[in-house]
């Protein structure tokens, strides 16, 4: 701050804060009127050019002159010591024609509720005082329709939108046509997600409706009462009443951002949880919505530039929306203060006071010398602690809990099939996948009308089998509904018709083109599904620092707590993700069960309330289009059509295994391969057996159904034993053909059948359930696994076919941790006005990918045998493999988990700087296997016993109080090496586990007590900071959760604890092997790509992007010629803006595949 400015703020002893009207003695405010104002200011003396003051009126409704933050900014106003303020009596400004209002040099006046704005224009007119903010740009502000006028006008980006006129007199503007997942507003399509606002900018209660395969209904918006902004509501359908702007919705992973200018070279910006992800406000200790300071970008300092002068409103306050790379405005409230920020009070009351002393000194001939400098706060640099800090967490995480997924196939010929494949764009891929409502519809007409010609001409030429177009009918009419996320078909072109003739198949092999048709249906989220992925991600906050003690710890003096968050583990998290410290990017499959799991899992991080669609909607990235997340399994590559083939072969033998057949099947020598071989010994006789019991359960079934005291009986989720007889009698038609052999690929479904009943539908009582679990899984051990390669090469082959676009991602994650400028950074200055947030530099970002089974299988066959580290040479990682070999299924909610640390006090240059680490959970708890299930090496080795929590006084904040995940140093003790296979460990705590070093001079073993100081006896040496403090092993115990919605009282599976696989990384390694893998990846999938693009003349296969961001381009700012009023000022910047230093953009990384850093 400039010398003179400093003297102009601080000579006058008191303020001088007037109430007062003119013609009436000016009287002093007392406490009732501004607290924190005393002393007695006499009766200006005009004439006196040397007390010539410039008298600042304040004319609004009382309400929000006496507000907090008006107060606040008036007191350090008063402190220039030219400058009166005059604050206009209500009962004035109501009963009192303007010619008796009081005299003033600059007026700020604004419109609020019952505010005669019609007046305070009649006012300035009259008076011609310097206006703060225009009062007839204030009728636009009230009519949003004229605001997204304006802002269209300027080129300032605002989203897609149609205004829905119901005025009589414009019927041309009325034209609304309502679907189930769209509404077309004047010829204008808008998808589900949309919003629909009222015209009025008074009016809050603002809607967005969800499409019908996220759940559907609509979150209904409304001006906050306590701690509710918003409820959702199953009510789907758009108001049929009143005017609206409908427009696009903006996911923005359930963050706004208001900006509050003050003058077009200030603007203030905070960043709020979203009223719509949740309803839920939330409150510090004091009950104030808790907001914090985010740094602008440069084009969004550019856009509150252009916003304040388009609307001609100095102090104006706009909300942004962060989208795919892209800020949008949303809406322009005007005149608005930030709250409960001394920051910003002290900058706007600078910035106010400069601007109109600028203006007025020189016609007042006040002597008063103009700040030429610019004002911005000196940035001075937080401390950084001496241990290392979390920077970046991936995890890749298997969905929940689901019903029995269902399949059937069909070669299909008929030209009615052929023209729907084309109507959808079928051909240019080869692929296609309906799954929308309309579709499935048009492929149930087609089955209903092939179906009619069949039942009147026996004769006619329909390939298609009967039975096939009956179940495909029947499926299709289940419900009397469509919805997405149950069902869909997937039509896959085949040039020469199917390679190989099904063996149910009579017809013979033909030659012509033909389409695959799969029917897929079932493989829904069940309720203890929905609560496992929730009870996960409780537990996954306990990863991040801070994460395993309570919210508080005693003797903190952070005013905020941490609301809501206090008093149980995970704090640390919460606490980082909501003062914007926390980048969260949360991706999924296009599959319903997938993105429920994800959105379910969000819920439970971010400890939010309500329904899962909102949070979906608006948390969830889809990934569908990219093949990031998905995989057609349907649709094989030629080297897992080899291994199938041979997987058949294999199994298929009448005679016990032998060698021969083991040095086959199980190549790798995997436990997991070898025990389950032992259980089977003849692979014929055990499908034998299975298809004898599948045969018994369905008998059994029909019983019951024939019992009348079943006959109402309900099973778990809704099922009736109707449903549950159709499941197993497929089963036993299709597992065993018609020329006696089995179909093995029927394996994992029996498995998937006989686990859910086990589980949930146990009441029963059915006979033989057991064995038949216990045979079907020894089977689907081998075959599962197995389908993803049996040899290492294969492994990796069909792994990279299914997985390279996320390896490629996942390197990105690492590479960007800290290079992202798109995302809500608090700002640097802000600490020094902070409220319990000590270290606003801290940044973590997290990456979430929720997939199927195949991406996990394949992420950890490349983990395992792409080549990271040598078994030989690396002792933890050779323990690592034998406890992945033991490890017989990937289950519901398996985890693979990278983190990424960062030592502040390496050379950032060296191969120190950056650490990772590598954890795996097999996911949910299978039945009756706990006692035989493999165990690791804990979770980040360490020990918790004795712990007793220490506070480093030079670290950086606690993340309870933001503390950060730190090196945990003590003496080392020697410890016995044990296998992991066989050690037991004890409920609930944390054992002696060992570390290792990747280099090839040995091995220490040490046990590492959780404490936060180091030990003086000993150095940091390389070993020693990479071990960090004990975490608590989370695991989710069985539990009856009567709140859930469960249909019954299913037990809720524990889920494994995280097993740490190696916790000596370096980023380079993994960085490189990373880079490796792609370059080998993308040369085999090139090479599949231009065999397929051969089948289709039309047909170039699009390069994978996900959200692509362009790059924005400034446009100059033109001079506006000066007036009385500011919003055409062009003088110099006086004015210190909050925004901070943009990052510097970085290139991306040359490759087949381009992500942004998202």
Same mark, same amino acid.
């Given at each position: 701050?400039?010398? &003179?400015?400093?003297?102009?703020?601080?000579?006058?002893?008191?303020?001088?804060?007037?109430?007062?009207?003119?013609?009436?003695?000016?009287?002093?405010?007392?406490?009732?009127?501004?607290?924190?104002?005393?002393?007695?200011?006499?009766?200006?003396?005009?004439?006196?050019?040397?007390?010539?003051?410039?008298?600042?009126?304040?004319?609004?409704?009382?309400?929000?002159?006496?507000?907090?933050?008006?107060?606040?900014?008036?007191?350090?106003?008063?402190?220039?010591?030219?400058?009166?303020?005059?604050?206009?009596?209500?009962?004035?400004?109501?009963?009192? !024609?303007?010619?008796?209002?009081?005299?003033?040099?600059?007026?700020?006046?604004?419109?609020?509720?019952?505010?005669?704005?019609?007046?305070?224009?009649?006012?300035?007119?009259?008076?011609?005082?310097?206006?703060?903010?225009?009062?007839?740009?204030?009728?636009?502000?009230?009519?949003?329709?004229?605001?997204?006028?304006?802002?269209?006008?300027?080129?300032?980006?605002?989203?897609?939108?149609?205004?829905?006129?119901?005025?009589?007199?414009?019927?041309?503007?009325?034209?609304?046509?309502?679907?189930?997942?769209?509404?077309?507003?004047?010829?204008?399509?808008?998808?589900?997600?949309?919003?629909?606002?009222?015209?009025?900018?008074?009016?809050?209660?603002?809607?967005?409706?969800?499409?019908?395969?996220?759940?559907?209904?609509?979150?209904?918006?409304?001006?906050?009462?306590?701690?509710?902004?918003?409820?959702?509501?199953?009510?789907?359908?758009?108001?049929?009443?009143?005017?609206?702007?409908?427009?696009?919705?903006?996911?923005?992973?359930?963050?706004?951002?208001?900006?509050?200018?003050?003058?077009?070279?200030?603007?203030?910006?905070?960043?709020?949880?979203?009223?719509?992800?949740?309803?839920?406000?939330?409150?510090?200790?004091?009950?104030?919505?808790?907001?914090?300071?985010?740094?602008?970008?440069?084009?969004?300092?550019?856009?509150?530039?252009?916003?304040?002068?388009?609307?001609?409103?100095?102090?104006?306050?706009?909300?942004?929306?962060?989208?795919?790379?892209?800020?949008?405005?949303?809406?322009?409230?005007?005149?608005?203060?930030?709250?409960?920020?001394?920051?910003?009070?002290?900058?706007?009351?600078?910035?106010?006071?400069?601007?109109?002393?600028?203006?007025?000194?020189?016609?007042?001939?006040?002597?008063?010398?103009?700040?030429?400098?610019?004002?911005?706060?000196?940035?001075?640099?937080?401390?950084?602690?001496?241990?290392?800090?979390?920077?970046?967490?991936?995890?890749?995480?298997?969905?929940?809990?689901?019903?029995?997924?269902?399949?059937?196939?069909?070669?299909?010929?008929?030209?009615?099939?052929?023209?729907?494949?084309?109507?959808?764009?079928?051909?240019?891929?080869?692929?296609?996948?309906?799954?929308?409502?309309?579709?499935?519809?048009?492929?149930?007409?087609?089955?209903?009308?092939?179906?009619?010609?069949?039942?009147?001409? @026996?004769?006619?030429?329909?390939?298609?089998?009967?039975?096939?177009?009956?179940?495909?009918?029947?499926?299709?009419?289940?419900?009397?509904?469509?919805?997405?996320?149950?069902?869909?078909?997937?039509?896959?072109?085949?040039?020469?018709?199917?390679?190989?003739?099904?063996?149910?198949?009579?017809?013979?092999?033909?030659?012509?083109?033909?389409?695959?048709?799969?029917?897929?249906?079932?493989?829904?989220?069940?309720?203890?599904?929905?609560?496992?992925?929730?009870?996960?991600?409780?537990?996954?906050?306990?990863?991040?620092?801070?994460?395993?003690?309570?919210?508080?710890?005693?003797?903190?003096?952070?005013?905020?707590?941490?609301?809501?968050?206090?008093?149980?583990?995970?704090?640390?998290?919460?606490? $980082?993700?909501?003062?914007?410290?926390?980048?969260?990017?949360?991706?999924?499959?296009?599959?319903?069960?997938?993105?429920?799991?994800?959105?379910?899992?969000?819920?439970?991080?971010?400890?939010?309330?309500?329904?899962?669609?909102?949070?979906?909607?608006?948390?969830?990235?889809?990934?569908?289009?990219?093949?990031?997340?998905?995989?057609?399994?349907?649709?094989?590559?030629?080297?897992?059509?080899?291994?199938?083939?041979?997987?058949?072969?294999?199994?298929?033998?009448?005679?016990?295994?032998?060698?021969?057949?083991?040095?086959?099947?199980?190549?790798?020598?995997?436990?997991?391969?070898?025990?389950?071989?032992?259980?089977?010994?003849?692979?014929?006789?055990?499908?034998?057996?299975?298809?004898?019991?599948?045969?018994?359960?369905?008998?059994?079934?029909?019983?019951?159904?024939?019992?009348?005291?079943?006959?109402?009986?309900?099973?778990?989720?809704?099922?009736?034993?109707?449903?549950? $007889?159709?499941?197993? /009698?497929?089963?036993?038609?299709?597992?065993?053909?018609?020329?006696?052999?089995?179909?093995?690929?029927?394996?994992?479904?029996?498995?998937?059948?006989?686990?859910?009943?086990?589980?949930?539908?146990?009441?029963?009582?059915?006979?033989?359930?057991?064995?038949?679990?216990?045979?079907?899984?020894?089977?689907?051990?081998?075959?599962?696994?197995?389908?993803?390669?049996?040899?290492?090469?294969?492994?990796?082959?069909?792994?990279?076919?299914?997985?390279?676009?996320?390896?490629?991602?996942?390197?990105?994650?690492?590479?960007?941790?800290?290079?992202?400028?798109?995302?809500?950074?608090?700002?640097?200055?802000?600490?020094?006005?902070?409220?319990?947030?000590?270290?606003?530099?801290?940044?973590?970002?997290?990456?979430?990918?929720?997939?199927?089974?195949?991406?996990?299988?394949?992420?950890?066959?490349?983990?395992?045998?792409?080549? $990271?580290?040598?078994?030989?040479?690396?002792?933890?990682?050779?323990?690592?493999?034998?406890?992945? /070999?033991?490890?017989?299924? $990937?289950?519901?909610?398996?985890?693979?988990?990278?983190?990424?640390?960062?030592?502040?006090?390496?050379?950032?240059? /060296?191969?120190?700087?950056?650490?990772?680490?590598?954890?795996?959970?097999?996911?949910?708890?299978?039945?009756?296997?706990?006692? @035989?299930?493999?165990?690791?090496?804990?979770?980040?080795?360490?020990?918790?016993?004795?712990?007793?929590?220490?506070?480093?006084?030079? &670290?950086?904040?606690?993340?309870?109080?933001?503390?950060?995940?730190?090196?945990?140093?003590?003496?080392?003790?020697?410890?016995?090496?044990?296998?992991?296979?066989?050690?037991?460990?004890?409920?609930?705590?944390?054992?002696?586990?060992?570390?290792?070093?990747?280099?090839?001079?040995?091995?220490?073993?040490?046990?590492?007590?959780?404490?936060?100081?180091?030990?003086?006896?000993?150095?940091?040496?390389?070993?020693?900071?990479?071990?960090?403090?004990?975490?608590?092993?989370?695991?989710?115990?069985?539990?009856?959760?009567?709140?859930?919605?469960?249909?019954?009282?299913?037990?809720?599976?524990?889920?494994?604890?995280?097993?740490?696989?190696?916790?000596?990384?370096?980023?380079?390694?993994?960085?490189?092997?990373?880079?490796?893998?792609?370059?080998?990846?993308?040369?085999?999938?090139?090479?599949?790509?231009?065999?397929?693009?051969?089948?289709?003349?039309?047909?170039?296969?699009?390069?994978?992007?996900?959200?692509?961001?362009?790059?924005?381009?400034?446009?100059?700012?033109?001079?506006?010629?000066?007036?009385?009023?500011?919003?055409?000022?062009?003088?110099?910047?006086?004015?210190?803006?909050?925004?901070?230093?943009?990052?510097?953009?970085?290139?991306? !990384?040359?490759?087949?595949?381009?992500?942004?850093?998202?």
């Amino acid at each position: 701050m400039s010398k &003179s400015s400093e003297q102009g703020m601080c000579n006058s002893e008191l303020p001088r804060f007037l109430i007062g009207s003119e013609g009436e003695e000016s009287r002093e405010l007392d406490e009732t009127d501004m607290r924190n104002f005393s002393g007695h200011y006499g009766e200006e003396d005009d004439e006196d050019q040397s007390e010539r003051q410039v008298v600042v009126g304040i004319c609004s409704m009382m309400k929000k002159s006496k507000s907090k933050p008006m107060t606040e900014i008036l007191e350090r106003l008063c402190k220039f010591e030219y400058i009166t303020v005059v604050i206009f009596p209500e009962e004035v400004i109501l009963n009192e !024609p303007v010619e008796k209002w009081p005299l003033c040099d600059c007026l700020i006046s604004f419109h609020s509720k019952g505010f005669p704005l019609d007046k305070a224009v009649s006012y300035a007119k009259l008076r011609n005082p310097l206006l703060i903010n225009d009062l007839n740009m204030q009728y636009f502000i009230q009519d949003r329709r004229e605001v997204y006028r304006i802002l269209q006008e300027e080129g300032i980006d605002l989203p897609r939108y149609a205004v829905l006129n119901r005025d009589p007199d414009r019927p041309e503007e009325c034209n609304l046509v309502e679907s189930e997942d769209h509404v077309e507003v004047n010829g204008e399509v808008f998808h589900k997600p949309f919003v629909e606002k009222p015209v009025s900018a008074e009016d809050h209660n603002v809607y967005i409706y969800y499409p019908t395969s996220a759940g559907g209904g609509s979150q209904r918006l409304f001006r906050k009462i306590g701690s509710r902004s918003s409820v959702y509501s199953p009510e789907s359908t758009v108001r049929k009443t009143g005017s609206y702007i409908y427009e696009e919705f903006m996911p923005t992973d359930g963050t706004d951002v208001k900006v509050y200018t003050v003058g077009p070279d200030y603007a203030h910006a905070e960043a709020r949880k979203s009223p719509a992800l949740d309803g839920k406000v939330e409150r510090d200790s004091e009950g104030k919505e808790i907001r914090y300071p985010v740094m602008l970008t440069a084009m969004e300092k550019l856009v509150a530039r252009k916003v304040c002068l388009a609307f001609k409103q100095t102090v104006c306050g706009f909300d942004l929306l962060r989208a795919n790379g892209h800020s949008f405005v949303c809406d322009v409230n005007g005149f608005s203060f930030v709250k409960n920020s001394m920051k910003y009070y002290d900058d706007c009351a600078k910035v106010l006071g400069n601007m109109v002393m600028r203006e007025l000194a020189p016609q007042l001939h006040i002597p008063w010398s103009i700040p030429m400098e610019a004002e911005d706060i000196p940035i001075v640099p937080t401390t950084s602690g001496t241990m290392m800090e979390l920077r970046c967490v991936i995890a890749v995480i298997r969905h929940g809990d689901r019903t029995p997924k269902q399949k059937m196939k069909m070669e299909v010929r008929n030209a009615l099939f052929f023209e729907l494949f084309e109507k959808y764009g079928g051909y240019k891929s080869g692929k296609l996948k309906l799954k929308k409502p309309k579709q499935l519809q048009e492929v149930l007409d087609i089955a209903r009308q092939l179906l009619a010609e069949l039942v009147l001409h @026996n004769d006619c030429e329909i390939e298609e089998k009967k039975s096939k177009l009956e179940q495909l009918k029947t499926v299709l009419e289940m419900y009397g509904h469509f919805s997405g996320i149950n069902r869909k078909v997937q039509l896959t072109y085949l040039p020469n018709g199917q390679p190989k003739a099904s063996s149910e198949e009579e017809d013979a092999l033909k030659e012509d083109p033909s389409l695959l048709l799969v029917l897929k249906w079932g493989g829904e989220l069940t309720p203890a599904g929905r609560v496992q992925a929730e009870e996960l991600g409780r537990a996954f906050r306990c990863m991040y620092p801070g994460g395993q003690d309570s919210c508080r710890s005693l003797g903190c003096e952070s005013p905020i707590d941490c609301g809501d968050y206090a008093g149980f583990p995970g704090c640390g998290l919460l606490r $980082l993700h909501s003062t914007y410290r926390h980048d969260l990017k949360i991706y999924a499959s296009d599959e319903g069960r997938v993105q429920m799991t994800a959105a379910a899992f969000a819920k439970g991080l971010l400890a939010l309330e309500g329904e899962l669609t909102p949070i979906l909607v608006q948390m969830v990235k889809s990934a569908n289009m990219n093949g990031l997340l998905d995989s057609d399994s349907d649709s094989l590559t030629d080297c897992q059509q080899r291994v199938k083939a041979r997987l058949h072969e294999i199994m298929q033998k009448n005679k016990d295994f032998n060698e021969e057949d083991y040095s086959k099947l199980a190549p790798t020598s995997s436990p997991s391969l070898v025990n389950s071989m032992g259980v089977i010994v003849n692979p014929v006789s055990t499908c034998d057996r299975v298809h004898t019991l599948i045969k018994s359960l369905t008998c059994q079934i029909c019983k019951r159904l024939e019992d009348p005291k079943s006959a109402d009986l309900q099973l778990y989720h809704s099922e009736t034993l109707e449903l549950m $007889l159709q499941r197993w /009698s497929k089963l036993e038609r299709d597992f065993r053909m018609k020329n006696g052999r089995y179909d093995i690929s029927k394996i994992p479904d029996i498995y998937d059948c006989v686990k859910y009943d086990t589980q949930h539908n146990s009441s029963l009582g059915l006979e033989d359930t057991l064995e038949l679990f216990r045979l079907s899984r020894a089977l689907a051990d081998i075959i599962i696994p197995q389908e993803y390669g049996i040899t290492r090469a294969e492994k990796l082959d069909i792994a990279s076919a299914y997985c390279l676009p996320l390896v490629k991602k996942i390197q990105l994650d690492l590479q960007r941790t800290h290079e992202d400028e798109a995302v809500n950074k608090l700002h640097p200055l802000w600490f020094r006005y902070s409220r319990g947030v000590m270290s606003p530099g801290r940044h973590v970002r997290t990456r979430l990918y929720f997939t199927s089974e195949s991406h996990v299988h394949s992420l950890l066959n490349i983990f395992r045998y792409g080549g $990271l580290l040598d078994e030989q040479k690396d002792e933890q990682w050779k323990q690592a493999m034998d406890y992945l /070999s033991a490890v017989t299924e $990937l289950n519901y909610m398996t985890q693979i988990v990278i983190m990424l640390y960062e030592d502040n006090n390496k050379d950032p240059s /060296s191969e120190e700087r950056f650490h990772v680490e590598l954890h795996f959970s097999p996911g949910v708890k299978g039945c009756k296997d706990e006692d @035989n299930a493999p165990m690791g090496f804990g979770f980040r080795p360490a020990s918790s016993e004795n712990h007793e929590k220490q506070t480093d006084p030079g &670290s950086l904040e606690d993340l309870s109080q933001d503390e950060p995940d730190r090196a945990a140093l003590t003496e080392p003790v020697s410890i016995q090496r044990k296998s992991p296979l066989i050690r037991s460990r004890k409920a609930g705590s944390m054992e002696a586990l060992s570390e290792s070093n990747t280099s090839s001079r040995g091995l220490a073993y040490r046990i590492f007590p959780s404490s936060s100081r180091q030990s003086p006896e000993i150095k940091p040496s390389g070993l020693e900071l990479l071990s960090m403090p004990a975490v608590k092993r989370f695991s989710v115990s069985y539990a009856r959760h009567p709140t859930n919605g469960f249909e019954g009282c299913s037990l809720v599976p524990s889920i494994y604890p995280l097993e740490t696989l190696h916790n000596s990384l370096s980023l380079k390694q993994v960085d490189e092997f990373l880079t490796t893998l792609c370059k080998n990846g993308s040369e085999t999938q090139f090479k599949r790509l231009k065999s397929l693009s051969a089948m289709f003349e039309s047909h170039s296969q699009p390069s994978i992007d996900v959200d692509n961001q362009d790059t924005p381009v400034s446009t100059p700012v033109r001079n506006q010629p000066t007036s009385q009023s500011l919003w055409y000022v062009s003088a110099p910047p006086s004015t210190g803006s909050s925004a901070g230093p943009s990052s510097p953009s970085v290139p991306e !990384p040359s490759s087949n595949f381009r992500f942004n850093s998202e």
